[in-house]
């Protein structure tokens, strides 16, 4: 029963991991049939590199995605743990949003060639939350003199006046 939690969680990673492999086969398959097989002489240039950019998106996510969700086993071959928790946030959303992103513009690259250009999304969209989150509060941020400390310096000012003014009042 020790083990209960981390079979659970490995049987739902194999079926996120399924539902994955059928949404970008169910966008895939039919964008190659068509567009290389019946329509040929419009996969090519731009249209091409765009295929092999969203395929390496595809394959990226796809593959960061599946050695996080690998589980560990002992020498016995029991299971120790179900692999990471798919459902969490931080960067395993993003990897599902770069596959469902990438089979959008498969699906709607059936019909217009223009939809290629959506796959821009993904590093625009990177490149905006490195800049927001890397860049910008590291490297361009300079410290800026708190309210905590302007209090203290106008306090020692007034602390330093008054001391002044002590040390010529007293004398006769």
Do not use: H
């Amino acid at each position: 029963m020790a083990n209960a939690a981390a079979k659970k969680r490995k049987q739902q990673n194999d079926k996120e991991m399924i539902k994955l492999k059928l949404i970008v086969a169910c966008t895939t398959i039919p964008y190659i049939c068509y567009r290389i097989f019946y329509n040929k002489e419009t996969f090519g240039g731009w249209t091409m590199y765009g295929y092999f950019f969203i395929q390496f998106l595809n394959l990226l996510a796809f593959y960061l995605i599946n050695t996080m969700c690998q589980p560990t086993f002992d020498q016995s071959g029991e299971l120790i743990d179900g692999g990471s928790d798919l459902t969490m946030g931080g960067l395993t959303e993003y990897y599902f949003d770069i596959i469902y992103v990438c089979a959008i513009v498969q699906f709607l690259g059936l019909f217009s060639d223009k939809s290629l250009y959506l796959v821009l999304i993904v590093p625009i969209f990177a490149g905006y939350k490195l800049w927001t989150s890397i860049i910008q509060p590291y490297f361009l941020n300079r410290p800026k003199q708190t309210d905590a400390q302007g209090d203290k310096s106008k306090r020692r000012e007034k602390m330093e006046k008054k001391a002044e003014k002590m040390k010529f009042k007293n004398v006769r």
